[in-house]
């Protein structure tokens, strides 16, 4: 008799982003937040402070009530919390077996290997020679810790062993295992998100084009300018085959390279991501209403633009020590301003700006220019 | 260097469904609810648990950090609570000098005589002979408590001033005041749906059709079908007319009766309204975010429709007990459902769903067929 109850681990704006389509479902969302000042903290229904580390704190949130479904907003969750998932008997959604294929970069582009999808050449790196004699083939190329890594932490470009050695050094002494890929000639980044429920139903969003600066992704628009029909049904497709491959539930995103001879994977995310917000105003149903449904196991809803173009502009943190007074100061009524009740450091995310419309330029200009009101009323 | 803090009194689905905008757009909403079972309770950032009668409830609303503003989700604000406000220095929005027209039907049809605007032939009655002269000049009529009507209640069709005897002793002796009103012959009922912010500005949402059923809302379509384009501007500017000589700051809903004559002012809401639901789905600027915005004086957003059509369905309570096992069984992906977090009893509003289309009759019969399902899986 009562609603479904979602249990989220994590309490940044990707949780927060959740409760408004979870509000609208009448479904109860509990959120495990590292503290009250969390951003999913005071939007949750039922907050749970804690850390995923702690057993307590995870008991608490699995106590009845119990959830109908745990889920994450990040992809560092403990082995041990899915098993005391499993044990309270509530389902983990994605599971295991198909986290760690977004957990671990090694792991997934083995995956990719053997599903015949597009990797970069790649290789497994323990020793400085594993690394020089990829490089002698490959030239200048990316090094990557398989696990920890996100928004341009945990990659390194690098020519040399030399450059990799506190990394290889790290890694002789457990720390997190290395693996070098080829740098791929992109000519842009793309990313295709689906959704699938147990039961096997999927759905895409059209694809977008992800614009990264610093390796953090700036803008996003959808769907990307340009992309020709053949190369959205490939994107689309190697999204739906990786999340049935993988056994993937709830949303999994697709970071693609596109170059002159095609696509290439370049991360998956198994959670609501950065190049998904535009589907809050911009599609008929959100990552974050979409990922809810799909754990339940809820039928899924349609993906549908409801613009020509939609751009989403991520606000970084700039000048202002807090936002508010930039609700006051974007004059563009078609401005959606996101913000993420974070407090502002330089350069983290801390809410987005999302426009749509009929023309994809002035789109992506409103958009921009939004965003840099919020982030400092115009100023840089 | 705190988030503007709005303050809501009412914990109903109006106050609940502020939140998701609240969230968005990292607006603290502290909302006065009767109980913790409220449907606002869980989804607000934050809960005082009172009645607004209760002048310690009140006080505790309005404590450090004090809110930026105090709003309503119902009309029936007791002034001894605007007061509080005053007292506190936080401006109550809508003020007394605007809300009096929506809380007596009297003073609002005098004021709409003296704004020259339409309204049908009417006058306060305190004597059965007041009224049987009002029914011997014009038929049966409409007779209405001046306060404390909604959803049909406080209203009644009679043909003599037997029919009222209880209403008129009533009124004698100390009840509410009545007004009876001329049946309007109207081919349909409208709503026209305007926001104000206290430095003037003002927006309309397109003209809406509204059905009714035994005297609730039961379907609204937006924009309103066939609806010339003279009357539509006519009943936008009757909307904006009013907000702004009435004072009005936040939404106001006019209800309207077209007729083959012309428009006739109904009712007036100054809050969001069920006629505006559909702009949660539909608008790109919902009536929830846009009553946020001007409550704060913030500038307000764009009113433009995402699609031809939304139309949006109420659902009324019906044979489920829980809701819950509804969001299953809708099959349409394009059905937005939005669920209360009542108690469902016979007839109340527990929820709606609205769906966006390019076809008029097509969306309607999906979104009628969607609610359906939501109060009893489509039996009845």
């Given at each position: 008799m009562t609603p479904p109850i979602v249990a989220v681990i994590g309490g940044g704006q990707l949780a927060r982003m959740m409760a408004p389509a979870a509000t609208a479902l009448g479904i109860t969302l509990r959120v495990l937040v590292e503290s009250d000042q969390a951003a999913a903290a005071a939007s949750s229904h039922e907050a749970v402070i804690g850390l995923p580390t702690d057993p307590d704190a995870v008991a608490r949130l699995l106590?009845?009530?119990?959830?109908?479904v745990v889920t994450w907003?990040?992809?560092?969750?403990?082995?041990e919390v899915v098993e005391a998932c499993e044990a309270a008997g509530v389902p983990a959604r994605p599971g295991l077996g198909a986290l760690r294929f977004a957990q671990d970069k090694i792991d997934m582009r083995a995956r990719m290997d053997e599903l015949g999808l597009p990797n970069p050449a790649w290789r497994q790196v323990s020793t400085a020679s594993d690394l020089e004699a990829f490089l002698a083939e490959h030239g200048t190329a990316v090094l990557k810790t398989?696990?920890?890594?996100?928004d341009g932490k945990g990659v390194r470009v690098v020519s040399s062993a030399a450059q990799a050695r506190d990394w290889l050094d790290a890694a002789a002494n457990g720390g997190p295992r290395l693996l070098v890929e080829a740098k791929v000639p992109f000519t842009r980044e793309l990313a295709a998100q689906v959704a699938r429920r147990p039961s096997g139903e999927t759905r895409t969003w059209p694809v977008v084009e992800s614009i990264q600066r610093d390796g953090v992704c700036s803008e996003v628009t959808?769907?990307?300018?340009?992309?020709s029909a053949e190369r959205s049904a490939q994107a689309r497709a190697i999204a739906e085959r990786i999340a049935t491959e993988l056994d993937v539930t709830g949303v999994l995103a697709v970071e693609l390279f596109e170059t002159d001879a095609g696509l290439v994977v370049n991360e998956l995310a198994m959670r609501p991501h950065n190049s998904g917000h535009w589907t809050i105003d911009g599609a008929v149903t959100s990552q974050f209403e979409q990922h809810l449904r799909a754990v339940l196991d809820l039928p899924l809803g349609d993906t549908a633009p409801l613009a020509p173009w939609t751009v989403m502009a991520n606000v970084l943190g700039g000048t202002r020590a807090s936002l508010g007074e930039a609700l006051g100061e974007v004059?563009?009524?078609?401005a959606k301003i996101h913000l993420y009740g974070k407090g502002v450091r330089p350069?983290?995310?801390v809410g987005h700006v999302t426009v749509t419309g009929a023309d994809a330029r002035e789109t992506y200009d409103r958009a921009v220019a939004a965003a840099a009101i919020v982030r400092d009323g115009g100023a840089a």
């Open positions: 106590a009845a009530p119990h959830p109908d907003e990040h992809e560092h969750i403990p082995a398989a696990r920890g890594g996100y959808a769907p990307a300018p340009g992309l004059a563009d009524p078609g350069g983290r995310k």
